[in-house]
Each structure stands twice: as structure tokens, then as C-alpha cells.
């Protein structure tokens, strides 16, 4: 399969996001429509890490489809199915904001995802924060039963669906069968959910040493470096099961070793996440098959 008509030749950039990375097209000459490369086989393709390029997802960049805002992106995951939000594509598309020549840095501007609307920053380097609404539809009780090892979980939408399980041993986790088996668990039915696995600081660690947290994304099917909504969902549970302080910072480390922190925002009922929006490399579509 071709990259597609007038996609031959076509510039993309590599965004990577805790470990999370990314494919970044510039579709703003679409208009509000769809891209040309915006298939499922297309994208399935481009994902693929030994016969394509290789990411979790691919990120669209179109036009603002709302007053007020500077860019609207569209998400799919790895398997060509579109997802309606992904907290580090976002911080990634933040920054990339920037290297298109169409926000600043360290002025807050709007995006629009299929979630809704996210107040964004870039900084210098590769840092940036967004805003967003705070995780909802909480369950601190899931109807499926903690395995051993696990001591409780939740559920909570942030921009999509999460399990949290608390676990005792992060490096334990069997994550790919356990992740497989929630992932379409009694909770989450119909569409399944991303399932996160978080486990608290060792009781000797330093103060500020952060909650550890490993996740199996749907529409990737495994294990990724970092989820960014992932971290909102969790934080949202932690503190609902009064293990952090309510509207405290939470700190997470990711599988990348990466850390997102999630912290109430100025507005109620709105958080920020921050972390990593690092645009790796540009280069030129030609051919994934």
C-alpha cells in the first residue's frame, strides 16, 4: 500500500511522549474534512515498527474547529481505530503547535480534540501542559475482582476509559495477560477500557518519590512506555481512595521512566498534566506496505 496519492513525498514528523510516540501529520490543508491518509489500513500500516515507521497512534493537526482555539487534532490508535483522546499525543501536538509557526511558547493557547477542548502550553526544551477536564464517572470499586497481587480497582473516564488497579509490586504485574483480560472486563463493556496498573513508593523512598504506574492501552493491545490520560485516571482514584491528598500534586513514573504530574488546575472540575512533548525527527513519506 502506498502512502496514498498526493501523500508520496509528504513531510511527517516522529513525537514522542514519556515513550508514548507518535506520528505527526500537518492535515490543515484538509480543511475540517478528512485527510487522504486518514484510513485505517493506511495508519495500520504506518504503525507497523519493522515495515513501517513505527508508532503507538498517529496524530492529524487540522485547522481550529471552535472560536478561540489555534489547532484541532484527531487521534487514532496503532490498530486504525480512533480514539477520542490521548493526553501525550496532546502534550506532542502542543509543541508541534510550535514548530509549525502557530502558537508561542509559555503562552497558553487553545486545542480541540474529539474529547473536547484543552488549554495548552509549551515551554522551552520539550516540556509542555495541558489542561483538561478532571477524570469523571468514577467507580472506586470495580465489579471485577482484584487477582493476587492486586489490592483494589476503579474505573474513570479521562477523555477515554480506564481500569486502575492498585497494586503491591509494579515489576510483578503479568501485564499482558492480566491487561488483555480487563481490558475487556465486565466494567468496561461494551468498548473496553486502557488498563493501568499503579503501586505506591517503597515506604523507605525519599519524600517526593513517585507512584509507579504501567499500562496496557487498547487499540495498541499491550503494554506502552506511558499513557498521559492514563495518569489523570489514576491520580483521580489514588485520591478517591484517600491514598494521596485531595487536589495535591500526584507525581507518576512511567514504564519509560519518564514522570507525568497531574495537579488540579486554576478553574474546578479542570486538571493539568505535564510532561513530555519532544518532536524526534522530520522526514518524507514514500511508501509503507
Known amino acids: 500500500m502506498t502512502s496514498g496519492g498526493d501523500g508520496a513525498g509528504r513531510p511527517f514528523w516522529k513525537a514522542v511522549g514519556s515513550g508514548n510516540d507518535f506520528i505527526v501529520l500537518d492535515a490543515r490543508a484538509a480543511g475540517a474534512g478528512p485527510d487522504p491518509l ?4 493506511w495508519i495500520v500500516a504506518a504503525c507497523a515498527p519493522h515495515t513501517g515507521i513505527g508508532a503507538d497512534g498517529v ?7 471552535e472560536a478561540g482555539t489555534t489547532l484541532a487534532i484527531r487521534y487514532y490508535n496503532a490498530d486504525g481505530s480512533r480514539a477520542s483522546f490521548c493526553g ?17 511558547r509559555h503562552l497558553a ?5 474529539d474529547a473536547g477542548r484543552l488549554t495548552v502550553t509549551a515551554f522551552d526544551g520539550s516540556a ?3 489542561e483538561l477536564a478532571a477524570a469523571r464517572d468514577l467507580v472506586t470499586a470495580s ?14 473516564v479521562a477523555g477515554v476509559p480506564h481500569l486502575v488497579v492498585l497494586v503491591d509490586d509494579i515489576a510483578a504485574v503479568p501485564i499482558a495477560k492480566r491487561g488483555a483480560e480487563l481490558r475487556a472486563a465486565t466494567a468496561t463493556r461494551p468498548d473496553g477500557a486502557n488498563v493501568n496498573f499503579v503501586a505506591a513508593p517503597p515506604v523507605d523512598a525519599p519524600a517526593g518519590t513517585p507512584w509507579a504506574i504501567r499500562t496496557f492501552e487498547r487499540g495498541v493491545e499491550g503494554e506502552t512506555l506511558a499513557c498521559g490520560s492514563g ?20 507525581a507518576l513514573c512511567t514504564r519509560s521512566g519518564r514522570v507525568l504530574t497531574v495537579r488540579a488546575a486554576g478553574e474546578p472540575g479542570r486538571v493539568s498534566l505535564a ?9 518524507r513519506l514514500r511508501a509503507v506496505r
Open 59 to 65: 496524530v492529524f493537526v487540522g485547522p481550529p474547529v
Open 128 to 130: 509542555a501542559e495541558i
Open 231 to 250: 495518569n489523570v485516571a489514576a491520580a483521580a482514584l489514588l485520591a478517591a481512595w484517600g491514598l494521596v491528598a485531595e487536589n495535591a500534586p500526584v
Open 88 to 104: 501525550n499525543a496532546s502534550l506532542c501536538a502542543t509543541q508541534m503547535a510550535v514548530a509549525l509557526g502557530l502558537a508561542p
Open 109 to 113: 493557547f487553545g486545542l480541540t480534540t
Open 38 to 41: 486518514e484510513t485505517p489500513d
Open 275 to 283: 510532561g513530555e512533548g519532544r518532536i524526534v525527527y522530520e522526514g
Open 143 to 156: 465489579a471485577d475482582a482484584p487477582s493476587a497481587g492486586e489490592r483494589r480497582i476503579g474505573f474513570a
